[in-house]
């Protein structure tokens, strides 16, 4: 049964510093993983999506890497700001039957001024 | 674009009571979920659908039922609501479930069972 941890569950961090975020899966068969922000009481948004085949995937300040054999994934926000403070999460997709995401507990992001 | 709506936004019911969730996507997306989200239990699949007229049942289903009657819209159903039913409830849709096809979620309905 795939199983998704993200540690740490949350972080404060000050403004402008690069920050990782975490994300293992227990099983390395999957399809693809997804990183999305949730703003409190919020939905989620989509921010990067890393195919089975890919090993990272870049958007803006936001770098996502995906090691398959060693079941990781790391998100990297560099130069970090206030506004980036939210929950982030990710998700992976073990069957391509039903597409149906694994979600991890989610890291809680604060970014001080 | 819409993109994937969700109706009600908030909604308190008794326990017994009945409600229908709708979810609507503007995007052509043939699969579509029903997630719902617990403190300390993350999101978890209730049901999903790989296509109009098709539903299926995901990890958490007991308690609840769905209908895709229209490629766009996938209605949840709670016939006799409990407490252990509180719980924010996203839909989300994708093309497909192949590696490429991103998932998109609605803002979400805030379901509270008293």
């Known amino acids: 049964k795939q199983e998704v941890t993200q540690i740490p569950a949350a972080l404060s961090v000050p403004e402008g510093e690069n920050l990782v975020l975490n994300c293992s899966f227990t099983d390395s068969a999957i399809y693809n993983l997804q990183w999305f922000r949730q703003d409190p009481g919020k939905g989620l948004t989509s921010l990067l999506l890393i195919q089975s085949s890919q090993r990272e995937q870049t958007s803006g300040r936001l770098n996502a890497s995906l090691d398959k054999s060693s079941g990781r994934s790391t998100l990297y926000i560099a130069a970090s700001q206030p506004g980036d403070s939210a929950t982030y999460l990710c998700?992976?997709?073990?069957?391509?039957?039903?597409?149906?995401?694994?979600f991890g507990q989610g890291t809680t992001l604060q970014v001080k001024p | 674009n819409a993109g994937v709506t969700q109706t009600p936004k908030f909604r308190v019911l008794k326990t017994g009571q009945s409600m229908t969730l709708l979810c609507a996507q503007d995007m052509n997306h043939e699969y579509m979920y029903w997630y719902r989200q617990d403190p300390g239990m993350g999101l978890r699949l209730i049901h999903y659908?790989?296509?109009?007229?098709?539903?299926a049942k995901g990890e958490v289903p007991d308690g609840y039922n769905v209908s895709r009657l229209k490629k766009q819209n996938f209605l949840l159903g709670l016939e006799s609501a409990a407490p252990s039913q509180t719980s924010v409830y996203f839909c989300?849709?994708?093309?497909?479930?192949?590696?490429?096809?991103?998932?998109?979620f609605g803002p979400g309905t805030r379901l509270t069972v008293l």
């Open positions: 989300a849709s994708s093309y497909g479930a192949l590696g490429y096809n991103e998932q998109f």
């Open positions: 998700a992976v997709i073990s069957s391509s039957n039903t597409g149906k995401l694994i």
């Open positions: 659908s790989v296509g109009e007229g098709t539903t």
